[in-house]
């Protein structure tokens, strides 16, 4: 379980300066299950997101990117 981040250029390509791929894959820990819950593009063009994993003994795992 993951999600994906990916930044798109006006004519929908990938960005490659974001990451040099145009995505990210955020991966916690194995076993979670992850959700990305908020997203922002900050006046410089920065991606924030702010996610959690839910382990299977009932805790969470919060981050923010």
Same mark, same amino acid.
């Given at each position: ?13 990938? /960005? ?5 791929? %145009? *995505? ?7 076993? @979670? ?10 006046? /410089? ?5 702010? %996610? *959690? ?7 969470? @795992?919060?981050?923010?990117?």
């Amino acid at each position: 379980n993951r999600f994906l981040i990916m930044r798109f250029n006006s004519n929908g390509t990938l /960005d490659t300066t974001f990451n040099t791929t %145009g *995505y990210r894959i955020e991966h916690f820990t194995e076993n @979670t299950y992850e959700t990305a819950k908020a997203v922002a593009i900050q006046p /410089d063009g920065n991606i924030v997101v702010a %996610g *959690y994993g839910v382990r299977p003994d009932g805790k969470y @795992t919060i981050s923010s990117i």
